[in-house]
């Protein structure tokens, strides 16, 4: 009877551990009130950018920055770059520029190579930094796993807003609460970031088989 009491307890425990880890954000990197890792990356026009020489569409300071993982080939991605590209032509003017970061392994993802970026860019009309995380070393700093992925910054490089971009991954007209303008709203204000944290829905982000 003790036994089949003891096998019961480890069982018990197991199951509380186990939803304890459910519940717990199990993603490394950088959390919402922590400094956003710094990087040095090319961009598509081949100069290199990091938050030290990046402006605002007024050429100043920025007050913050609309950090995007982004890339060209993913669905998801594809059906918000024109939400990204009006996020930086509403907010780079007020002082948030979008800083986009392409994280795919260009060896799975020919359509992410930087060529393609650049040709994707130039078809589209990108008016916002692209930047290649070719040797994919940021993207792990900042915990992001999918495409797009978003992370707001403020003035004083500090986390303030982690992850959609809005409350419809793929479809535009079914929009309701537009996360990242709201975030900026909060910060302009002096308010309270909420959320801070929203799921963010895309393709996963193709590390390198090497690594």
Same mark, same amino acid.
């Given at each position: 009877?003790?036994?089949?009491?003891?096998?019961?307890?480890?069982?018990?425990?197991?199951?509380?551990?186990?939803?304890?880890?459910?519940?717990?954000?199990? $993603?490394? /990197?950088? %959390?919402? /009130?922590? %400094? =956003?890792?710094?990087?040095?990356?090319?961009?598509?026009?081949?100069?290199?950018?990091?938050?030290?020489?990046?402006?605002?569409?007024?050429?100043?300071?920025?007050?913050?920055?609309?950090?995007?993982?982004?890339?060209? $080939?993913?669905?998801?991605? #594809? =059906?918000?770059? #024109?939400?990204?590209?009006?996020?930086?032509?509403?907010?780079?003017? %007020?002082?948030?520029?979008?800083?986009?970061? #392409?994280?795919?392994?260009?060896?799975?993802?020919?359509?992410?190579?930087?060529?393609?970026?650049?040709?994707?860019?130039?078809?589209? /009309?990108?008016?916002? @930094?692209? @930047?290649?995380?070719?040797? #994919?070393?940021?993207?792990?700093?900042?915990?992001?796993?999918? $495409?797009?992925?978003?992370?707001?910054?403020?003035?004083?490089?500090?986390?303030?807003?982690?992850?959609?971009?809005?409350?419809?991954?793929?479809?535009?007209?079914?929009?309701?609460?537009?996360?990242?303008?709201?975030?900026?709203?909060? @910060?302009?204000?002096?308010?309270?970031?909420?959320? $801070?944290?929203?799921?963010?829905?895309?393709?996963?982000?193709? /590390?390198?088989?090497?690594?």
């Amino acid at each position: 009877m003790k036994y089949i009491f003891l096998i019961g307890l480890s069982l018990f425990l197991f199951s509380f551990t186990f939803q304890i880890n459910l519940n717990n954000d199990p $993603t490394e /990197g950088v %959390k919402v /009130g922590e %400094k =956003a890792p710094e990087f040095n990356l090319k961009n598509i026009d081949g100069k290199t950018y990091s938050f030290e020489n990046i402006k605002d569409a007024n050429g100043n300071t920025p007050k913050g920055f609309i950090v995007v993982f982004t890339c060209n $080939t993913c669905p998801y991605a #594809q =059906a918000n770059e #024109q939400r990204i590209i009006a996020l930086h032509e509403e907010y780079a003017p %007020k002082g948030y520029p979008v800083v986009a970061i #392409q994280p795919n392994d260009a060896a799975q993802k020919p359509g992410d190579s930087f060529e393609a970026m650049q040709k994707n860019a130039k078809e589209k /009309g990108f008016p916002y @930094l692209y @930047l290649i995380d070719e040797k #994919q070393e940021v993207y792990p700093k900042y915990g992001a796993t999918k $495409t797009p992925e978003v992370f707001l910054v403020d003035k004083d490089l500090t986390v303030r807003y982690h992850g959609a971009i809005d409350d419809s991954a793929r479809d535009e007209s079914g929009v309701e609460e537009k996360y990242v303008e709201k975030a900026i709203a909060a @910060l302009e204000s002096g308010d309270e970031v909420s959320p $801070t944290i929203t799921k963010a829905i895309g393709c996963g982000i193709k /590390g390198s088989k090497a690594n």
